[in-house]
Nanobody, 113 residues
Framework: VQLQACGGGLVQPGGSLRLSCAVS????????MGWYRQAPGKQRELVAT??????NYADSVKGRFTISRENARSTVYLQMNSLEPEDTAIYYC?????????WGKGTLVTVSS
């Protein structure tokens, strides 16, 4: 099972980016999909998750980021609007299937003028 994230890049403050993450390989069920991020010198933190129970967002991104899923394609998206320099980080795709956690390699998002 592999998670392949893409969509990162350089964007000016106030701009938007859309990340996507596709799951490849044989999986029987997906309990949770989501995004975490790690800024330079900081610990990895939750950005947003999506499960059958609903969606969950970090306080710092509420109202600006939206997570969505396309279950038929085992893909999760993260629409990021009103980006701020503080959003600069490597964004990691995450999936929980049963008792196993899977991580993508990460995609860099840089918010700078």
């Amino acid at each position: 099972v592999q998670l392949q994230a893409c969509g990162g890049g350089l964007v000016q403050p106030g701009g938007s980016l859309r990340l996507s993450c596709a799951v490849s390989g044989v999986i029987f069920s997906i309990n949770v999909m989501g995004w975490y991020r790690q800024a330079p010198g900081k610990q990895r933190e939750l950005v947003a998750t999506s499960s059958s129970a609903g969606t969950n967002y970090a306080d710092s991104v509420k109202g600006r980021f939206t997570i969505s899923r396309e279950n038929a394609r085992s893909t999760v998206y993260l629409q990021m609007n009103s980006l701020e320099p503080e959003d600069t980080a490597i964004y990691y795709c995450y999936m929980r299937s049963g008792a196993l956690d899977y991580w993508g390699k990460g995609t860099l998002v840089t918010v700078s003028s």
